[in-house]
């Protein structure tokens, strides 16, 4: 792919993120800075041979190879160290954190019952429904009908209970009920708002 396709690339992301859609094909001139439709249609097949985008019932459409991001070499949280050379691979935050996305929902946390897990307020966290659960597991749970993020437990009679990770909290032993909504597999957070 050329530089210049690679810039159209980032104008069609652009795109994309604001609008959830692509344009027609005579707009996606403008949107790409192109001045004929036969260079915005050179481009599309570029792009489709590429595998950024494929054609579905006479449109465009994004894969998720459009979505990627390079995942560059490892880096240190001690010493610096060289930067590798080899050319990046392309990864979606999708392809890192979930497996099966009919079984995931995000959750925004709200609250710092879990902030020495490394569960701050704001951040996302990933949940995996439908899965098996185990004493020591973070999750997602409604206990007598209410719904939080708590690490689960077992007390020595063998009952479930929620702990928090702050120790300004305390433990959430049901008095009617507790049921595992699903088990968090990954926390997202934006450093910079």
């Given at each position: 792919?050329?530089?210049?396709?690679?810039?159209?690339?980032?104008?069609?992301?652009?795109?994309?993120?604001?609008?959830?859609?692509?344009?027609?094909?005579?707009?996606?001139?403008?949107?790409?800075?192109?001045?004929?439709?036969?260079?915005?249609?050179?481009?599309?097949?570029?792009?489709v041979?590429?595998?950024?985008?494929?054609?579905?019932?006479?449109r465009?459409?994004?894969?998720?190879?459009?979505?990627?991001?390079?995942?560059?070499?490892?880096?240190?949280?001690?010493?610096?160290?060289?930067?590798?050379?080899?050319?990046?691979?392309?990864?979606?935050?999708?392809?890192?954190?979930?497996?099966?996305?009919?079984?995931?929902?995000?959750?925004?946390?709200?609250?710092?019952?879990?902030?020495?897990?490394?569960i701050?307020?704001?951040?996302?966290?990933?949940?995996?429904h439908?899965?098996?659960?185990?004493?020591?597991?973070?999750?997602?749970?409604?206990?007598?009908?209410?719904?939080?993020?708590?690490?689960?437990?077992?007390d020595?009679?063998?009952?479930?209970?929620?702990?928090?990770?702050?120790?300004?909290y305390?433990?959430?032993?049901?008095?009617?009920?507790?049921?595992?909504?699903?088990?968090?597999?990954?926390?997202?957070?934006?450093?910079?708002?």
């Amino acid at each position: 792919m050329t530089e210049h396709d690679e810039k159209h690339l980032a104008k069609l992301r652009t795109h994309w993120k604001r609008h959830a859609a692509f344009p027609s094909m005579a707009k996606l001139c403008e949107t790409v800075g192109l001045s004929s439709t036969s260079s915005v249609f050179a481009l599309v097949g570029r792009l489709v041979e590429a595998g950024y985008l494929e054609r579905v019932d006479g449109r465009i459409a994004p894969t998720r190879k459009f979505f990627a991001r390079p995942l560059l070499s490892p880096v240190r949280a001690g010493q610096p160290q060289p930067a590798s050379q080899e050319e990046p691979e392309v990864l979606t935050i999708d392809d890192y954190l979930i497996d099966d996305p009919n079984r995931t929902s995000l959750h925004k946390v709200r609250g710092d019952s879990m902030k020495d897990a490394g569960i701050l307020e704001g951040d996302l966290v990933v949940v995996e429904h439908h899965t098996p659960t185990k004493p020591g597991d973070i999750v997602v749970a409604w206990a007598d009908n209410e719904l939080t993020v708590k690490t689960l437990l077992l007390d020595p009679q063998s009952r479930y209970y929620l702990q928090p990770a702050n120790s300004a909290y305390k433990p959430i032993f049901p008095a009617t009920s507790l049921e595992v909504m699903g088990v968090v597999i990954g926390v997202v957070r934006k450093t910079r708002r």
